[in-house]
């Protein structure tokens, strides 16, 4: 079946510090792909998403993520920590064009300390 | 303001007591889908909906109903409740078919379930 895997469900970094939340997916054929931010006691609000145009791909808030085919990865970064990007991030995947559903992974959870 | 609205938001209810989740949404979407969210384990869509009288079942349909009269509202219905539907509910709603999967979906609020 097709996934979408998130390595670390806790991730800390102090503030200032690089993020990197991992995602993987498994599939031959790259599907769309997106990552969504809960803050505590919210929805999930889209960060940004891949749709097969340029690799790098530039969301709100600082964050970024590339899609890497050769290690069907879509990790997310952002160059410096700030405390109010602590919060739960999720990848989600969609194969199948318009037919198919999204997949979500289980979530990150980002701690930031001062 | 473009928006899911979910209600109640916060519900405590009793094993068997048959409860309505309603889900509304303002931006004429087609699709609409229900989610739970568990510790651990994510989202988990529960049922979808297309367009109007089109629904189809998720990954964890057993002990929910859905129906879809009109486009913009898609209630979630527990019919009896159980303690294992204890869970952080998430409606959502996308545009369908215009952009050939890549649209996104706009999440409502929640709505926090505990069954006693």
């Known amino acids: 079946a097709q996934s979408v895997t998130q390595l670390g469900s806790h991730v800390s970094v102090s503030e200032g510090a690089l993020v990197l939340l991992r995602c993987n997916y498994s599939?031959?054929?790259?599907?769309?792909l997106f990552w969504y931010v809960q803050y505590p006691n919210q929805g999930l609000q889209l960060l940004l998403k891949?749709?097969?145009?340029?690799?790098l791909v530039k969301g709100i808030n600082g964050f970024e993520a590339e899609f890497k085919k050769s290690e069907t990865s879509f990790h997310l970064t952002k160059p410096s920590a700030h405390m109010s990007d602590a919060a739960e991030y999720f990848c989600?995947?969609?194969?199948?064009?318009?037919?198919?559903?999204?997949?979500f992974g289980k979530g990150t959870k980002l701690s930031v300390k001062p | 303001e473009a928006q899911v609205t979910q209600n109640p938001r916060y519900l405590i209810t009793v094993t068997g007591k048959k409860l309505t989740v309603t889900c509304s949404q303002n931006?004429?979407?087609?699709?609409m889908s229900w989610y739970r969210q568990d510790p651990g384990l994510g989202l988990r869509q529960i049922y979808y909906?297309?367009?109007?009288?089109v629904t189809d079942k998720g990954d964890v349909p057993e002990g929910y109903k859905v129906s879809r009269k009109e486009k913009r509202n898609f209630p979630l219905i527990l019919e009896s409740p159980s303690p294992n539907q204890t869970s952080l509910y998430f409606c959502?709603?996308?545009?369908w078919g215009t952009g050939g999967g890549r649209e996104t979906q706009y999440f409502g609020p929640g709505t926090r379930l505990l069954v006693l």
């Open positions: 959502a709603s996308k545009a």
């Open positions: 989600a995947v969609k194969y199948g064009g318009s037919q198919g559903n999204l997949i």
């Open positions: 931006m004429n979407h087609e699709y």
């Open positions: 599939s031959s054929v790259p599907p769309y």
């Open positions: 909906s297309m367009n109007v009288e």
């Open positions: 891949y749709t097969s145009a340029a690799t």
